[in-house]
């Protein structure tokens, strides 16, 4: 992710708003979920939307503008039966949005 962010500073000589806008869903009954699956989705869905900001922030704050966009879902905020890794996920984007710096 921060050679993503170093070439698009590198080509176009800024970032101005990065959109996170990524999900997999997998609907599966919960006794069938996998240790596997949930630590690729989180690493998918929530990981990649973290170290996007992670790199990017140092960025936007250094030319004092930009914003980032994160696209989230309404399972996020409300649960869904046999769809637990894309909820936690989404909740996981939603709360790391909300804890960003201003």
Not at 14 to 22: F, L, R
Not at 56 to 79: L, Y
Request: net charge neutral; charged share 20%.
């Amino acid at each position: 992710m921060a050679k993503m962010v170093e070439t698009v500073i590198d080509e176009f000589g800024k970032i101005d708003a990065p959109v996170n806008n990524v999900g997999v869903v997998s609907v599966t009954p919960f006794v069938y979920l996998t240790e596997g699956k949930w630590g690729f989705v989180m690493d998918v869905d929530l990981e990649g939307i973290f170290l996007c900001c992670k790199y990017v922030i140092p960025h936007i704050m250094a030319q004092k503008a930009g914003k980032i966009v994160n696209i989230g879902s309404v399972n996020g905020r409300e649960g869904m039966p046999g769809n637990v890794y894309y909820c936690c996920s989404k909740a996981g984007g939603h709360m790391l949005t909300d804890a960003l710096p201003k």
